[in-house]
């Protein structure tokens, strides 16, 4: 949710360091790096907090380092190579991958020791790289090469790491064709009798591509289109009849062949695409509850409407499996909370069949009045009470027009203080039929040296321990730091924990495998995700978020600076002895994998992120924020926004399909 420093336009990028780690309780300063000698892509596009001024120089840490920018403006495949891998548990490692969306060549350094090190990297006629990986943490080198360029990395530590990864930087081949249905519902729930089924051609080569699709029978096949180097097309479709068959086989010049048949029939059933989609929520959807003044001129009064802008999704799956999804409702226009008349509103639907049909759109969550704002909602699960479990949530509330983030001031953290943002939840037990009251967080989270406050949009994470976590970011002495607030007593209390890094603001927080807890971060001077490491994870969970973070690194993994997910590929019911969920070493991504808000893109990790293998387009060209649930059965949700006024929309996919089975 991130408000423009005033008075700048929203959509100017903002000077900013790159991200280095801070402690909450200690008064920050700006820490800069030292300034990178190589040359960063230029941000481009709309952007939320942090996006209001033009950039200065961006710092960066001892670990970005791309060689040659050549930034893809569109996802691209992974293909992977995994030597390096240790013979024995909690040995050092060094893993090569390549990222053909960014044309990039990733070596992930890893040190699961309990003693920091220093990796030498060498790459002949290239140099030489000495990146300190702190105790339980990694760290990541990237190179933006040309498809062609062979590597040969030789990584040693003192500890007696010793290997070589070489291979080649192949991009050529770097090519898709995605099938999926769009999938409305009608207002009382029912399919509608045909349904657009659309094939996406994707081209994450470094040369234009020209695409044929062939679907035999159907008049007009076969249909070409033509896609730029790192692009895609989503243009082919066809309105057909629930139950229609179909085949595609997708061909070009270069060798490229895919065919795939299918049902065009929405739910993911085997023999039907493998990816569905539905807005839930438009300008044009109308949504009972909203708050307005009545005619009196001093009361309100709950109507039905619509609102100009719909923005910032938040998505949970409660333990039964019922859908959370809930978004702002902005509706006079599409200023962030504490923008022109701060009217937003918090707006929820439900499902209870995976997504397939959904309650009607109704406010959960609006201020006592039109001029106070709720918005930038997320969504936490407590899976460990009562037989639904409990869910949380967290609503950032403004309480005047002009007090957004950066509008926000220090010095005080009560519940009544009207300078400044509040953290508030609103909680349910009944998968989200009904809701709590308003409880205002500010007094047992907020520093009194901090300004502005919000919990960050999508969702938090329960811990194996089976610890609540919100991701939070706050500003204090004029720079943003991202953190979080978490609880060990089911929600009854909460406190704030150490910053994870500075010069960020949107993040979520990952349980790996091997029980470590990281941050996935949004930096505030785009370009890449970064990660943080939590101290290290003890069984009763105690020193994860509580403790401090180790050094900030940039993954590598290209992105605009929006806010974006991470989660553990974990399904409701998949829980330990003590109810809180298990832990995973596979891990599912979603952001805009491009220079842009654009080119949706959700990527898997079977290794705990060192290297993401498969990854598919959810939507082609404009996309903004994102957030990841697991659905019952081990379907996977992405809800996203489509710049101020596109819609919030429902995608629903199968594993298999992120992984382009044939």
């Not at 999508?458 to 730091?481: C, M």
């Amino acid at each position: 949710m991130p408000p423009p420093l005033p008075p700048a336009s929203p959509d100017v990028p903002v000077p900013s360091v790159a991200p280095v780690p801070s402690v909450a309780s200690v008064p920050s300063v700006p820490v800069v790096p030292p300034v990178s000698p190589y040359a960063r892509s230029a941000r481009r596009g709309s952007t939320r907090r942090g996006s209001a001024r033009r950039g200065a120089a961006r710092a960066v840490r001892r670990t970005l380092l791309p060689l040659t920018v050549v930034v893809a403006a569109a996802a691209a495949p992974l293909a992977t190579a995994t030597p390096g891998y240790p013979a024995t548990p909690g040995a050092q490692t060094a893993v090569v991958s390549q990222d053909c969306v960014s044309s990039r060549i990733r070596v992930a350094l890893g040190n699961p020791t309990a003693a920091s090190t220093t990796f030498t990297v060498t790459w002949p006629g290239n140099g030489t790289w000495t990146p300190a990986v702190a105790a339980g943490d990694r760290s990541d080198l990237f190179f933006t090469k040309a498809s062609g360029t062979a590597y040969s990395f030789r990584v040693t530590t003192p500890q007696g790491l010793d290997t070589t990864l070489s291979g080649t930087l192949n991009c050529d081949g770097a090519l898709g064709s995605q099938v999926g249905m769009d999938c409305p519902r009608a207002a009382d729930g029912s399919p509608p009798a045909t349904h657009a089924l659309r094939v996406t051609l994707v081209n994450r080569s470094p040369v234009q591509q020209t695409f044929t699709v062939a679907w035999p029978g159907r008049g007009g096949s076969p249909w070409t289109r033509t896609v730029a180097a790192g692009a895609s097309d989503d243009s082919l479709y066809w309105t057909v009849a629930n139950g229609t068959p179909y085949t595609f086989t997708t061909t070009t010049p270069t060798g490229y062949s895919r065919t795939e048949s299918g049902t065009a029939t929405c739910g993911l059933a085997s023999g039907t695409p493998g990816l569905n989609a539905q807005t839930l929520f438009s300008p044009a959807t109308p949504i009972s509850g909203l708050n307005r003044l009545s005619a009196d001129g001093s009361t309100y009064e709950t109507y039905t409407g619509t609102a100009a802008s719909v923005r910032i999704p938040a998505m949970a799956v409660t333990r039964s499996g019922t859908v959370i999804a809930m978004a702002d409702a902005r509706v006079d226009s599409s200023a962030d909370l504490g923008g022109a008349s701060n009217n937003i509103q918090v707006a929820l639907r439900r499902s209870s069949d995976g997504g397939a049909t959904w309650t009607a759109p109704a406010v959960v969550a609006h201020a006592p009045t039109t001029h106070e704002g709720y918005g930038d909602s997320s969504l936490l699960v407590d899976r460990s009470v009562g037989a639904n479990g409990k869910v949380f949530a967290f609503i950032n509330y403004s309480p005047a027009p002009g007090i957004g983030y950066y509008g926000s001031a220090a010095g005080s953290n009560s519940a009544t203080d009207t300078t400044a943002m509040h953290i508030r939840y609103i909680a349910s037990t009944d998968n989200g039929a009904t809701w709590s009251a308003p409880v205002d967080l500010n007094p047992q989270v907020k520093s009194t040296g901090w300004a502005g406050l919000f919990a960050s949009s999508g969702h938090g994470t329960q811990l194996a321990s089976g610890r609540l976590v919100q991701p939070i970011v706050y500003r204090e002495n004029g720079v943003d730091h991202a953190g979080d607030i978490y609880s060990d007593d089911h929600g009854a209390t909460w406190h704030a924990g150490p910053a994870a890094a500075t010069g960020v603001n949107e993040s979520k927080v990952v349980q790996r495998g091997n029980g470590k807890v990281v941050q996935n971060l949004r930096s505030n001077a785009g370009g890449n995700r970064w990660y943080a490491t939590a101290g290290d994870a003890s069984p009763a969970g105690a020193t994860d978020v509580a403790s401090a973070f180790g050094p900030a690194w940039n993954s590598g993994l290209v992105d605009p600076g929006c806010n974006a997910d991470e989660i553990s590929y974990l399904q409701p019911s998949q829980l330990g002895a003590n109810g809180a969920p298990t832990t995973t070493s596979v891990a599912f991504l979603s952001n805009n994998a491009s220079t842009a808000r654009s080119e949706l893109t959700v990527r898997v990790s079977q290794d705990d992120g060192a290297t993401w293998p498969h990854q598919a387009l959810i939507k082609s060209k404009a996309a903004g924020y994102s957030t990841l649930a697991v659905l019952q059965g081990g379907s996977i949700a992405d809800l996203y926004e489509i710049g101020d006024t596109g819609g919030i929309v429902f995608a629903a996919f199968t594993l298999p399909w992120v992984q382009q089975a044939p």
